[in-house]
Structure formats: C-alpha cells, structure tokens
C-alpha cells in the first residue's frame, strides 16, 4: 500500500512563494496520475492540480492557475507544487493523492497559512 507524506508548508505573506513536496512509498507511484487537494477550514476538500503518470500533462484549478506549478519526480517517487504569487485564500491544509479512485489513504498534508 503506497503511504504519502506531505511537506514544506509553513506561514508566508502574501505574493511570497512555497514548494510542497508529497513523497510516496511503494513501486506503483509511477504508474498513477497524482494531484494535490486543499482543505480550508469549514470547508470541502477541493482540487488544485494534478499531472499525468509520466509528467507530460498537466491541469490546475482556475483559482491557482498561472500561479501553481505541479511537477514530479519518478525516480524520487515525489510530486512537487511550486507555489507563486501566494494569497490569504490559498490557506489551507494541502494534501497529495493519486487521482483515481478510490483515493489512497490520506497522509497528514501540510498546512499552508498566507497573511495578509
């Protein structure tokens, strides 16, 4: 069972800039097409960004794009979100998954508080 585990997130202003990095465990990441989600409190966990199984596609959120960057690592079994041009609305707990269903078991994300 691949077990994912978010991290780089931390308090920034706003237009600063974050990196988060998902590594996962286990042979099959590279075959799954993965993204990252994001929980604000109060409210649904919604979708951000996701990339293909080999890297060579990628989709964003209307809310993020031209500012997010998704990439991945295959040989480090990692998935990567640059983060630009940051605002107080992108706070929230940000996690990884594969973006088949079901979801893999979800790891602890990683909080991301932008000030104002």
């Known amino acids: 069972q691949v077990q994912l585990v978010e991290s780089g997130g931390g308090l920034v202003q706003a237009g600063g800039s974050l990196r988060l990095s998902c590594a996962a465990s286990g042979r099959t990441f590279s075959s799954y097409a993965m993204g990252w989600f994001r929980q604000a409190p109060g409210k649904e966990r919604e979708f951000v960004a996701a990339i293909s199984w080999s890297g060579g596609s990628t989709y964003y959120a209307d809310s993020v794009k031209g500012r997010f960057t998704i990439s991945r690592d295959n040989a480090k079994n990692t998935v990567y979100l640059q983060m630009n041009s940051l605002k107080p609305e992108d706070t929230a707990v940000y996690y990884c998954?594969?973006?088949?269903?079901?979801?893999?078991?979800w790891g602890q994300g990683t909080q991301v508080t932008v000030s104002s």
């Open positions: 998954n594969r973006m088949a269903r079901p979801p893999l078991p």
